[in-house]
C-alpha cells in the first residue's frame, strides 16, 4: 500500500476561499464502473460528466467509457484492468479541454465504519482509516480507495474529500443501532447499525425541506430511497436521520435487486451449514444471488418483474417475487411512520422511487391511519420532477424527488474545502498575532 | 372430561390437569432437563404420580380423558391440532430436519405417553399451525425458492396459539374489532398482527430468533453479522448458535439473566437502555402491524409477563397519536389455552379457512 503525501493537508491555497469558484470532480465507484462528474460550485453548474463501464476482467461487451461535455456525448473503447486504469483514462479525456481543468475532488465512500461521522479531507492519516475500514464494504470501499490514490497521483496537489454514506446516519441513536448479540462481541468487532444511502436520504430530505419552505432542522420524513440496485428507507426527525433499513452492511432491510434483505439469523447460520462453512459462499449467495434475483429466478430489476405480471397473472414466481418486495417497503414505512410520529412528507426518490407510480401506489394504499392518502390521478402522472402526489385530504405530503447524490458530494466538498480554508487562514492569521 | 396438558421447551415441561371446565388447573408442576433419552420414557408416570398425590389431597382420583401435547413446531404439514396416530408420527418425522432440537425428543415423549395411558387420546396442538395460513408475501424470504424449500426457509411464528386466542378474545367482547395488534409476552416474545381472524404478520421468523429480543434470544440482526462472527472469531456454527440464542437478548445487553418483569421495573442503567431498545423495536413492529392490516381496532397483551402490557401500551400510546386508548390483557395463561383454545379449534372449528386477503387484484394490500 502506498500511501501518497495528499500535501494540501497542511493548508490550501486561496483559490478555496468560500465563495471562490471550484470545478470539483465528483467521483461515484461501483464495482465495476466509475461514473465521474465536473460541477462547477458554488453555482452547482454540470460541465462534464459520464460513466467507465465494464472495468475489470473482459466481458461480453468491451470496455468503455461514455463522456459527455455539454450536450456533446461520445463513446470510446478502452480496455481498462481496474479503477485506477479507468481514472487515467478519464483523465486523458478531460486533459482535451482545459476549460475544465479540475481544482478539487469529492470521492463516494460508502462506509465510514466508526470513524469518519462526516466528511473528510483525504489526507495520510485519514487514508490510513480508510484503509482499515475497507473490509466493511468489500464491493464499494476498495475501488474507492484505489481511485483516490490513482486521483493523488494523477492530479498531484489536488485535494480530495471523501463523502460517505454512512456519514448522515451518524445521528441515529444508540437504541436504535444496537444489535442484542453479547457486548463484548459488539465492543471488539465494533459491530452496530450504521446505515447506508445517507448521502441520497440528506440530499432528498433537504430539497423537500426547500420545496415544503420549512427549516431542515424543524423538518421530519420518511424516506425511501428505491434504487435498481439498492434499496433503503430511512427516518428523519429535525433534519436528522435516527434510523435506516440497512444495518451493519448494506444487506439488511428491503428486498433488493440481488440483495435478500432481512432474514432469520437462524437461516444465515443453516446455510453456512449448507455450505459447509464457507462465509464466502454463503456472503455471495446473499448478497448477489438473492433479492427480486433469487426469488424470481429470472430478473434482478423489479421493473422487469412487475411489466411479467402486468402480461400474466396468477401465482407464479414473479407475483410472488413482486408481493414480498412490496410487502417489505410497506411494513418499513409503517414502522418509521410510527417512530417519526409526525412527519411532515414521505419522499420517493432513486430509479424505481423516481418512475414507477405502481410501486408508489401499492405501498402507499390504505395508509389512511398514519394520516397518508396518495392521489392516483397525480401519481401516474409525476414525470416533472420533484413532484407532489398526495391526495388533498393526506396529512402527510408524498413528495417524489429526484436523487442527485454527485451534487450533493460536490456542496459537501465545496463545503468542507473552503471552511478548512478558512480555519487554516484564520489559524495562520492568529497564530502570526500571537508571535 | 379430565384434560391433561403438556407443554415443553428445552429445558423444561410443564404440565396441568383441568376437569374440562377450562377453569385454573386442578393441578400443576414442572419437571426440568427432560430431554434425554434415558428420561423420557419414565415422565409419563411422573406426571401421574404426581397428579395422584395432589388429587388425594382432595380426597379425588386421577384418571385422564384425553392428553394435549403442545408442539412449538409443525411446518406446513399440520395446519390443525391432530390426534396422535401413526399417520402424524410420519408427518412429524418428515419435519424432523426444521427442528433437530424438538421433534426426535417430542415423538419418544409421544411414544411414552401412549404406552402409559393406553388408549387415552393424545392431541398434539401446534403453535405454527395458526400461521400455515400466513399469507405468502409474508412468508417468503428474498431468496431462491429451491434452495428456500431445501433448508425449510420459511417464516412461521411462534406463538400462534396466543395470537389465535388473543382475537377470539377481542372479537367476543365486540365483533367489530377485527384488526388486533396480540403481543405475546413470554421469553421470546413476539407481536402478530391478526385481521378477520388470520395472521397478516409477525415479527418471528423461521426460527424464534428473528424478530423481537428476547431473554437470551439476539432478535432482528443483520445476516452478515452471523459471517463476521464465523470469520473474524473463527466461530462454527454451534458456538454461534449458542451466543446468539442463549447470550443475546437481555442477557447480552446488560451481563445477567433478567426476566422481562424485573426488566421492566429496574433502575440499573444497563436495564434502563434494555428495556429502551426492546421498547424501540416494539414500536417498529407495531407500525409495521399497522401498515400491513390498514389501521388498527385493539391491541391485546398475552403471556406470562402480560401484566407489564399496560407500560407497553403507555409507551406506543405516546408515540402514536392515534392509538387503542385501553390495552387488553388476555387472562389465560399458556396450559390452558392449549387445552381450551387448542381443543375447542379442533372439535367446533374448521381450521382450513381460506386467506382473507387477497392479492390478486394487483397490488393494493
Not at chain 1, 454512512?166 to 471488539?188: L, Q
Not at chain 2, 399440520?78 to 396416530?85: G, N, R, V, Y
Request: contains cysteine; glycine residues 8%; charged residues 20%.
Amino acid at each position: 500500500m502506498v500511501l501518497l503525501a495528499f500535501r494540501y493537508a497542511a493548508g490550501l491555497p486561496t483559490k478555496y476561499k468560500r465563495g471562490g469558484t471550484m470545478k470539483i470532480i465528483v467521483v461515484n465507484c461501483g464495482s465495476s464502473s466509475l461514473k465521474y462528474r465536473i460541477i462547477s460550485m458554488p453555482e452547482e453548474k454540470e460541465i462534464a460528466g459520464g460513466e467507465a463501464q465494464r472495468i475489470g476482467p473482459k466481458t461480453a461487451e468491451p470496455s468503455r467509457i461514455i463522456h459527455r461535455v455539454g450536450e456533446k456525448t461520445e463513446t470510446h473503447l478502452v480496455e481498462m484492468r481496474n479503477h485506477a486504469e479507468a481514472l487515467e483514462e478519464v483523465r486523458k479525456l478531460l486533459s482535451r479541454d482545459s476549460s475544465i481543468a479540475p481544482d478539487a475532488f469529492g470521492h463516494r465512500v460508502v462506509h465510514g465504519g466508526g470513524i469518519f461521522s462526516s466528511a473528510a479531507q483525504i489526507t495520510a492519516g485519514s487514508a490510513r482509516d480508510l484503509e482499515k475500514i475497507k473490509h466493511l464494504a468489500p464491493i464499494h470501499n476498495p475501488p474507492a480507495m484505489e481511485v483516490i490514490y490513482a486521483c493523488e497521483k494523477a492530479y498531484p496537489g489536488l485535494p480530495s474529500v471523501a463523502v460517505f454514506d454512512t456519514a448522515f446516519h451518524a445521528t441515529i441513536p444508540d437504541f436504535a443501532s444496537t444489535y442484542c448479540i453479547p457486548r463484548e462481541i459488539t465492543e471488539k468487532l465494533k459491530i452496530r447499525k450504521f446505515g447506508f444511502h445517507g448521502t441520497s436520504h440528506q440530499f432528498v430530505a433537504e430539497e423537500a425541506a426547500r420545496i415544503m419552505k420549512r427549516p431542515f432542522n424543524e423538518f421530519s420524513a420518511v424516506s425511501c430511497h428505491l434504487g435498481s440496485g439498492g434499496a433503503s428507507i430511512c427516518a428523519i426527525v429535525n433534519g436528522k436521520s435516527v434510523d435506516n433499513t440497512m444495518g451493519y452492511s448494506p444487506l439488511q432491510g428491503l428486498v433488493m435487486s440481488t440483495r435478500c434483505g432481512d432474514l432469520d439469523p437462524a437461516l444465515t447460520l443453516n446455510l453456512l451449514q449448507h455450505f459447509i462453512g464457507s462465509t464466502t459462499d454463503v456472503e455471495r449467495l446473499l448478497n448477489t444471488r438473492s433479492g427480486v434475483l433469487g426469488m424470481s429466478g429470472s430478473s434482478a430489476d423489479i421493473r422487469d418483474i412487475l411489466s411479467m405480471n402486468r402480461k400474466s397473472s396468477g401465482n407464479t414466481r414473479s407475483h410472488h417475487t413482486a408481493e414480498a418486495y412490496l410487502w417489505r417497503i410497506k411494513k418499513y414505512i409503517g414502522s418509521y411512520l410510527a417512530v417519526v410520529g409526525k412527519p411532515d412528507a414521505l419522499i420517493f426518490t432513486d430509479t424505481i422511487g423516481e418512475t414507477i407510480p405502481q410501486v408508489r401506489w401499492a405501498v402507499c394504499s390504505d395508509m389512511e391511519y398514519f394520516g397518508l392518502k396518495i392521489d392516483a390521478g397525480k401519481n401516474d402522472h409525476a414525470d416533472v420532477l420533484p413532484s407532489d402526489v398526495s391526495h388533498k385530504d393526506s396529512s402527510i405530503k408524498i413528495l417524489v424527488v429526484a436523487t442527485n447524490e454527485e451534487l450533493a458530494i460536490a456542496r459537501r466538498t465545496y463545503g468542507l474545502l473552503s471552511e478548512n480554508h478558512n480555519f487554516l487562514w484564520n489559524k495562520k492569521l492568529t497564530n502570526n498575532y500571537l508571535k | 372430561m379430565n384434560i391433561v396438558t403438556i407443554s415443553q421447551n428445552i429445558s423444561k415441561i410443564e404440565f396441568a390437569l383441568f376437569d374440562g371446565s377450562c377453569g385454573e388447573p386442578v393441578s400443576k408442576g414442572e419437571l426440568k432437563n427432560w430431554m434425554n433419552h434415558e428420561i423420557i420414557g419414565g415422565i409419563p408416570g411422573k406426571i401421574a404420580t404426581h397428579f395422584s398425590k395432589s388429587l388425594r389431597k382432595q380426597e379425588k382420583t386421577f384418571s385422564a380423558n384425553l392428553v394435549c401435547i403442545r408442539v412449538a413446531y409443525g411446518g406446513q404439514e399440520f395446519k390443525s391440532p391432530e390426534i396422535a396416530t401413526a399417520r402424524s408420527l410420519e408427518k412429524l418425522k418428515k419435519i424432523e430436519n426444521a427442528a433437530p432440537m424438538h421433534i426426535p425428543a417430542l415423538i419418544e415423549l409421544i411414544g411414552a405417553f401412549k404406552n402409559y395411558f393406553r388408549g387415552t387420546p393424545i392431541a398434539l396442538v401446534f403453535e405454527t399451525s395458526f400461521f400455515t395460513r400466513l399469507p405468502e408475501r409474508e412468508r417468503n424470504y428474498a431468496i431462491n425458492p429451491g434452495l428456500a424449500k431445501e433448508i425449510s426457509l420459511q417464516r412461521f411464528g411462534y406463538h400462534g396459539i396466543f395470537h389465535e386466542r388473543a382475537y377470539e378474545y377481542c372479537h367476543e367482547k365486540d365483533k367489530r374489532l377485527s384488526r388486533i395488534i396480540s403481543v405475546c409476552l413470554e421469553p421470546v416474545p413476539e407481536i402478530c398482527a391478526v385481521m378477520g381472524g388470520s395472521p397478516v404478520m409477525v415479527t418471528g421468523g423461521a426460527t424464534p430468533l428473528e424478530g423481537l429480543p428476547g431473554e437470551t434470544t439476539c432478535g432482528d440482526i443483520d445476516p452478515l453479522i452471523i459471517l463476521s462472527l464465523s470469520e473474524n472469531l473463527g466461530w462454527g456454527p454451534e458456538e454461534i448458535n449458542n451466543a446468539i440464542s442463549r447470550k443475546s437478548g437481555i442477557y447480552g445487553l446488560t451481563g445477567r439473566k433478567m426476566d422481562f418483569t424485573e426488566l421492566f421495573s429496574s433502575a440499573d442503567p444497563d436495564a434502563i437502555f434494555a428495556r429502551r431498545l426492546i421498547l424501540y423495536r416494539m414500536l417498529l413492529a407495531t407500525g409495521s402491524a399497522i401498515a400491513a392490516m390498514g389501521g388498527l381496532d385493539a391491541i391485546v397483551f398475552s403471556g406470562r409477563y402480560r401484566e407489564i402490557g399496560g407500560q407497553i401500551h403507555g409507551y406506543l400510546s405516546s408515540k402514536l397519536g392515534k392509538f387503542p386508548e385501553k390495552h387488553e390483557i388476555l387472562p389465560d395463561q399458556l396450559l390452558k389455552l392449549t387445552t381450551c383454545s387448542g381443543m375447542l379449534a379442533m372439535l367446533k372449528k374448521d381450521r382450513t379457512h381460506s386467506q382473507k386477503i387477497s392479492l390478486d387484484n394487483g397490488y393494493s394490500f
